[in-house]
Nanobody, 123 residues
Framework: QVQLVESGGGLVQAGGSLRLSCAAS????????VAWFRQIPGEERDFLAAISGSSDNTIYADSVRGRFTISRDNAENTVYLQTSSLNAEDTADYYCAARKGGCSYYDTSYNYWGQGTRVTVSS
C-alpha cells in the first residue's frame, strides 16, 4: 500500500509559478512511477506528467511540456511538479498518483491516489 499526500497548491497570479509536492509513505517508493493529473470539477481528469522510479524516464502532456517539470527525491519519498507561466486555464485540482512499473499516460493505470491540492490562477 502507498499513501500519497499533495501540497503546495494555492492562489497565484497569471504568469506566476508554484511547486507542488507529493509525499509518499508505505512500500519502497523507488519501485513506483508517479504521475500528476489535474481535474476541473465536472470535467475529465487530464494527465500532466509522469516520472519513473529511478527518474530515468519522464513523459509530459503537450499542454504543459516546457512549462511544467516533474522530478523526484527518493530519499525524501517525494515527487515534485514545478509549474511556471501559469494561466487561468491551469486552474484545477491537482492530483498525484502512483503505479508499480513504468510511466503511463492513463489514469486507470495508477493504483494509488492522493486527495488533491487546488491551484487557482488569477488573471
Amino acid at each position: 500500500q502507498v499513501q500519497l499526500v499533495e501540497s503546495g497548491g494555492g492562489l497565484v497570479q497569471a504568469g506566476g509559478s508554484l511547486r507542488l509536492s507529493c509525499a509518499a509513505s508505505g512500500r519502497t517508493f523507488s519501485d513506483y512511477a508517479v504521475a500528476w493529473f489535474r481535474q476541473i470539477p465536472g470535467e475529465e481528469r487530464d494527465f500532466l506528467a509522469a516520472i519513473s522510479g529511478s527518474s530515468d524516464n519522464t513523459i509530459y502532456a503537450d499542454s504543459v511540456r516546457g512549462r511544467f517539470t516533474i522530478s523526484r527525491d527518493n530519499a525524501e519519498n517525494t515527487v515534485y511538479l514545478q509549474t511556471s507561466s501559469l494561466n487561468a486555464e491551469d486552474t484545477a485540482d491537482y492530483y498525484c498518483a502512483a503505479r508499480k512499473g513504468g510511466c503511463s499516460y492513463y489514469d486507470t493505470s495508477y493504483n494509488y491516489w492522493g486527495q488533491g491540492t487546488r491551484v487557482t490562477v488569477s488573471s
